[in-house]
């Protein structure tokens, strides 16, 4: 638990950020005199336009021959698309060895959560199973007593909307890839209160000013305050998991929440590594990861998987069914953007897949046994109409 005192030198920030922040810790915007509001439905119908643009822009990038290499920006933006298929291997593609000796990392990260407060993992925003890896680990955590959840990349910042139950496209760029929308309904599902410890408008202007080799520490100094007021600060005694990107944020980050509020917390960091195809392994902190300012406490390692007609093969041994793409929408000249959302959601929810299709491609959905509505776009706007189908998982 941490003790009251570590954290009145953080009393100060907090009120400042009450007197200017909204809850989510970003910048207040204030509507202009005169200036009217869109009606809601137009409005969201705008947000996710907007979304679905962004995806035809990087589909574009990727066209020209922009870098799609592993742990690009592309590449997290290939994920966003269910285009896994299409990221390249990095440019030395020689793997971390998985762990010879199998533990189960649900079994092991459970148990060892048992004396920290705050547990920090990380996942690479181009590796949508290992944000499905978080997602399994959530149920027995908050079992025992971690009730918080603070996705990396949740903000509300120029949004002032928010749902308890639903991830929504304007939670933040990162927070509408479809596995990552699942992470977050899950948390709510579980009764998680669901933060945001992102860097405001403001601290990422400070964090600019600075030289490039120093932005990364000032970085995970303010995620870490943030992380200190939005939770600990009024429960010191709260226990919390922490979505982290990369290998030196999840380091940093707990190592920051220990040295400036006596927080204990675990880093863990999820890899790519080199072994049996399917089976996700508990592996020893110094694996082969080198180059780190910080490493982690624990590494968790992914075999490379195989592919189900260029769909992640992982996704269907989590329970997902193959569901064709309805005929209709299938353009011919035209990439065509295909989102399966649960038939009573609206559209500003995270769709629970997403797929971009090229002319001539039939790639299938990867979707849970429900209730859809299934709609589809080209960049000149929608394809046909809306599409209602039932999933189930029987052969």
Not at 148 to 170: H, I, K, N, V, Y
Request: net charge negative; charged share 25%.
């Amino acid at each position: 638990m941490v003790h009251p005192s570590r954290l009145l030198p953080l009393a100060a920030a907090a009120l400042f950020c009450l007197a200017g922040c909204d809850a989510s810790g970003s910048d207040r915007t204030r509507e202009e005199p005169g200036r009217s509001r869109l009606p809601a439905e137009e409005s969201d119908a705008a947000i996710a336009a907007d979304a679905r643009n962004i995806l035809f822009g990087q589909l574009g990038l990727y066209e020209v021959g922009a870098d799609a290499r592993q742990g690009t920006p592309l590449a997290g933006m290939l994920a966003q698309m269910g285009r896994e298929d299409l990221i390249e291997p990095p440019e030395d593609p020689r793997l971390t060895r998985c762990g010879q000796r199998w533990v189960d990392p649900i079994v092991m990260l459970n148990e060892t959560a048992r004396s920290y407060q705050a547990i920090v993992i990380a996942d690479a925003p181009d590796a949508p199973r290992q944000r499905a890896f978080l997602s399994d680990l959530l149920e027995p955590l908050t079992a025992q007593g971690f009730e918080t959840f603070a996705p990396d990349g949740f903000s509300l910042q120029g949004q002032a909307r928010a749902s308890a139950e639903l991830p929504l496209l304007t939670d933040g760029l990162s927070l509408r890839e479809p596995i990552e929308g699942r992470l977050v309904r899950r948390a709510k599902s579980l009764g998680m209160a669901v933060v945001s410890y992102q860097p405001t408008a403001t601290q990422m202007l400070q964090i600019a000013r600075l030289p490039q080799s120093e932005q990364g520490g000032m970085e995970a100094e303010i995620r870490a305050e943030n992380l200190i007021v939005q939770v600990f600060l009024l429960h010191p005694e709260a226990r919390v998991v922490v979505q982290a990107t990369g290998a030196a944020s999840a380091g940093a980050l707990a190592a920051q929440l220990r040295e400036r509020a006596g927080i204990k917390a675990l880093s863990v960091l999820q890899v790519r590594c080199a072994g049996l195809p399917g089976r996700t392994v508990a592996m020893h902190p110094y694996g082969g990861v080198d180059g780190l300012a910080r490493l982690p406490d624990l590494l968790v390692g992914h075999p490379e998987d195989a592919a189900l007609r260029g769909r992640p093969a992982w996704r269907q041994r989590a329970g997902d069914v193959a569901v064709e793409v309805p005929g209709a929408f299938l353009t011919a000249r035209l990439p065509v953007l295909v989102e399966a959302r649960r038939l009573d959601e609206p559209r500003l929810a995270v769709p629970e897949d997403r797929l971009l299709l090229r002319p001539g491609e039939t790639l299938p959905l990867m979707l849970p046994p429900g209730a859809y509505r299934v709609e589809a776009w080209t960049k000149n706007g929608q394809v046909a109409d809306a599409v209602d189908l039932n999933v189930d998982d029987t052969p």
